[in-house]
């Protein structure tokens, strides 16, 4: 096949990449610039854990795709490397957004088991990690990353507060905890209950969005590792970073040297133009349309599907069309939209009705055919 290959197709073994591996979502990269101070300030919290007492308390904030899960991520395999005296475990809130559920994964990270099926006592659960924690002498360090997601369902404060005050229904339980907020516009302390206020004064770490330069320095690693020498050009790479920091998610610069190195072999072209990466664009700006709806459950799918339909609509009517689908009431509706909105997926914004005082019209934050394409 390679001896004739077909006109306007590379054959099997020739590649614009040589290693797709670099350009996927659970690759950890090799070299983490322009995230020192940050680095340095998480180190420094997590200091007297490696040295078997309580580490400091963090909060890092910063929008999507600005490096906070990989520096907890970075972080933790170093302490790792030091001692095995601290047990780090990071929770995915956007997967786990209860305070049980957060708890079967401190209790799956503890005894390397699942917690039974059958159901235990949310007291029971806890009161196993905590005992263990004592047996071992050991330092628990909990990273709740994209804890926004336990504000959205109500569970944030009950969640810290019994992390923060394990040591005094257990004592000798040593934890700290690290919250990972990606919502910019979520206060985290000031949404958080009062008792839990009390105990509760991080450190802050802030995560900026990065700029193009930035941008092209750290997708330039990507490039030497996962393209072929000579594969794509510097102005190609300033494209794609240009797009990126319109979007300031760093996945999108990732996404789109992938999606444009698949659109150049589509094209037989052994070299990545700005034509694929204008055409990957159209995709890959979605990229954290796609992550969002990745984590709604059938019923916040399906209300969404129902506003995508009415874009613009009143929320009593939509509400009326969710209602017949789902059979669900006004409570738990009001409690989807608020949610929708919060992840910036809608706009629910209060305008005057003639004749009918205040209501809420719902819009899509997105392109109505992008979130129904995704939807399916
Ligand atoms: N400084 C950097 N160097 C190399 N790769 C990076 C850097 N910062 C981020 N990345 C990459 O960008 C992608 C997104 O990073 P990451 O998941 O850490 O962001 P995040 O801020 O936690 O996002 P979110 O808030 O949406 O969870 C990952 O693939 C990560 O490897």
Redesign the pocket.
């Known amino acids: 096949m390679a001896d004739d290959p077909e006109e306007g197709m590379l054959s099997w073994d020739e590649s614009v990449f040589r290693d797709e591996h670099v350009f996927e979502?659970d690759?950890?990269?090799e070299?983490?610039?322009?995230?020192d101070t940050q680095t340095q300030n998480l180190t420094y919290a997590l200091r007297p854990a490696v040295r078997g007492s309580r580490p400091l308390n963090v909060m890092v904030r910063?929008?999507?795709?600005?490096?906070?899960?990989?520096?907890?991520?970075k972080l933790f395999d170093e302490v790792g490397t030091q001692t095995s005296d601290v047990r780090t475990i990071r929770v995915n809130c956007q997967v786990n957004s209860t305070r049980y559920s957060v708890f079967s994964r401190l209790f799956e990270g503890t005894f390397d088991y699942e917690p039974p099926s059958s159901g235990i006592s949310f007291k029971k659960l806890f009161g196993q990690i905590a005992d263990k924690l004592v047996e071992d002498d050991r330092v628990l360090v909990v990273a709740l990353?994209?804890v926004n997601y336990l504000f959205y369902e109500n569970e944030a404060s009950d969640t810290l507060y019994s992390l923060l005050r394990a040591h005094e229904e257990y004592p000798g339980a040593k934890i700290g905890v690290i919250v990972?907020?990606?919502d910019p516009t979520l206060e985290v302390i000031d949404e958080l209950d009062s008792r839990v206020q009390s105990v509760f004064r991080p450190e802050e770490v802030y995560?900026p969005v990065?700029d193009q330069p930035?941008i092209v320095d750290?997708l330039d690693?990507?490039v030497r590792k996962g393209f072929r020498d000579g594969v794509i050009s510097r102005n190609t790479v300033e494209r794609v970073a240009d797009r990126t920091a319109e979007s300031g998610?760093?996945?999108v610069?990732?996404d789109l040297l992938r999606r444009a190195g698949l659109n150049a072999e589509m094209r037989g072209s052994r070299t990545v133009e700005m034509e694929d990466v204008d055409a990957a664009y159209e995709k890959s700006k979605y990229i954290?349309l796609s992550?969002s709806l990745s984590g709604l459950s059938d019923t916040e799918r399906a209300l969404l599907e129902v506003i995508a339909t009415n874009d613009g609509g009143q929320a009593g009517e939509v509400y009326e069309t969710f209602h017949e689908e789902t059979a669900l009431g006004y409570t738990r509706y009001s409690e989807i939209v608020n949610k929708l909105d919060q992840l910036g997926l809608i706009d629910a914004d209060y305008a005057d009705i003639e004749g009918r005082g205040r209501s809420r019209s719902l819009s899509l934050s997105y392109d109505k055919e992008a979130v129904l394409d995704r939807l399916e």
């Open positions: 979502i690759y950890v990269p070299t983490f610039k322009h995230r910063g929008p999507p795709g600005t490096g906070k899960t990989t520096a907890v991520q990353d994209d990972v907020s990606s995560f990065y930035e750290i690693e990507r998610d760093l996945r610069g990732i954290n992550r």
